[in-house]
């Protein structure tokens, strides 16, 4: 669960931030808010990838995954 407490610290760090855009209207906090999602949005992928490759572990050497037989690519 490191993975998920790792993303609520993140935005847990986002908090100030969000509450001077949003409550008290301040533009440059705005604009902190956006890199903050675009800090979010690349741990997100990062997590995205981690998990697909964790997935496909187990998958090798069952195909390439494409969900094409050898049967039904001859036809």
Known sequence: MSRFTELVELVQTFEKDFIKFYDKNNKSAGTRVRKHMADLKRKAQ??????????????????????ATESSEKQ
């Open 46 to 67: 990062e997590i995205r990838v981690e998990v697909q490759e964790i997935k496909g572990v187990g998958k090798e050497g069952e195909g390439d995954g494409d969900g």
